[in-house]
């Protein structure tokens, strides 16, 4: 069983025992042993975040406002999720580590789950720009302990590589704010890795910050990047798969011309024009494209799926029928479209919300799996 250890530094402003009963929570459900300590000071921080990786030790460390216990996340290495329970958009980290922000106390169960899923399977990070947010973790599927009999324990690697395990491209949503992260598609990507997929999870810079131009830049060149990858993958199997507003992401890119044998939506904003005109996520469309739709049509035009079509790839499109009704609308009027436009589209509707999705133990995600298996295996 893991280890998962929680750091809450000095003069951090939340209330002790809801950090508590949010922490408590995830290690149950994760199934770790876990421990909260709320560190005296900066050197009590430092001596607990020196555990992180020890013996299959998760830890997650909540520095709070002092400077001495700030300044540590630029030069404590090694594998420690940082969380600052505000938005923090220019924090350094040291060699190793991650740092999430701006999620509230909510954020201390997406930090326990990242600190865990992240030593649970080997993954490499890959940049594919000189940006901070221009990369993508690659995980590999393991090989099988017993390599069929005609070959050699030696010529294993081989094997691998001869055959090149299909891949799933995975593109996180979050209404293209720059407070999610690839993070929330750790779980799928230790799934996928489970079922023979070589993963590329990628992250690509966010609208909020840098523009809608360089969030559609990155997907494309984050896919583009594949192809220069020294792994056993399958360049002719690709799924590039989108949750929420990665789906839209994923989508445009396979529109754009990407090489792509699949593109699936999770729960994807798929009509960007009705989505603005409906104020979908507090306005995040317009927030993300810079325009409301009646303003910016070309715009809209290249960036909404519904818009795009015929994407002239196939489709699978997926959505929990306990979502937001206007992300069923928009599923079910996207596939009707892009059937009527000649595309090959499949379309599943079960139950669950908008996480259920992008959650393993969901059945609306095992079926989405094993729909994504049965096309590119």
């Known amino acids: 069983m893991m280890d998962a250890v929680v750091v809450v530094g000095p003069g951090l402003v939340a209330d002790p025992a809801l950090l508590g009963e949010a922490a408590e929570r995830e290690f149950a459900a994760l199934g770790v042993r876990g421990t909260i300590v709320h560190a005296r000071d900066a050197a009590e921080v430092l001596s607990c975040t020196a555990r992180a990786g020890d013996s299959g030790t998760a830890v997650v460390a909540v520095p709070g ?33 991650a740092h999430l922000h701006g999620r509230g106390v909510e954020g201390l169960t997406w930090a326990i789950r990242h600190a865990v899923h992240r030593l649970s399977h080997p993954r490499r990070r890959v940049p594919y720009g000189d940006h901070r947010d221009q990369w993508a973790d690659l995980y590999l599927p393991t090989l099988p302990a017993d390599p069929p009999a005609a070959v050699s324990a030696g ?7 001869s055959a090149g395990a299909p891949v799933a491209v995975l593109v996180h ?37 840098h523009g809608w131009q360089a969030a ?31 789906a839209q992401l994923a989508l445009r890119a396979a529109a754009d011309g990407a090489r792509v044998s699949l593109a ?45 079509l015929p994407l002239k790839v196939r489709q699978l499109v997926v959505q929990g029928s306990g979502d937001e009704l206007d992300l069923v609308d928009f599923g079910r009027r996207y ?13 599943l509707e079960m139950s669950g ?17 094993l729909a994504i298996t049965e096309t590119l295996h």
């Not at 479209?337 to 000649?342: M, T």
Request: a negative charge; aromatic letters at 6%; hydrophobic letters at 50%.
């Open 264 to 308: 699936v939506s999770l729960a994807g904003i798929l009509d960007l024009v009705e989505a603005d005109r409906r104020w979908l996520g507090s306005g995040a469309v317009a927030a993300a494209l810079g325009t409301r739709a009646d303003a910016g049509s070309r715009l809209y035009g290249s960036a909404s799926p519904l818009l795009r």
């Open 155 to 161: 010529d294993s690697a081989g094997m691998a590589a």
């Open 65 to 97: 406002p002092t400077p001495q216990a700030r300044e540590l996340m630029g030069r404590a290495a090694g594998p420690v999720v940082w969380l600052d329970l505000a938005r923090a958009d220019d924090t350094e980290v040291g060699e190793g580590a």
């Open 335 to 347: 596939a009707r479209a892009a059937r009527e436009a000649g595309d090959d589209v499949t379309y």
């Open 216 to 246: 559609t830049d990155d997907v494309a060149a984050g896919l583009d990047a594949l192809a220069g990858v020294d792994a056993p993958v399958d360049l002719d199997r690709v799924a590039v798969v989108g949750h929420s507003a990665g």
């Open 353 to 369: 919300d908008h996480f259920a999705v992008i959650d393993p133990r969901a059945p609306i995600w095992r079926t989405t799996a």
């Open 173 to 209: 949503g979050g209404n293209w704010r720059a407070v999610w992260a690839a993070d929330l598609m750790d779980a799928l990507a230790l799934d996928l890795v489970g079922r023979g997929f070589a993963v590329w999870n990628l992250e690509y810079r966010r609208p909020d910050p």
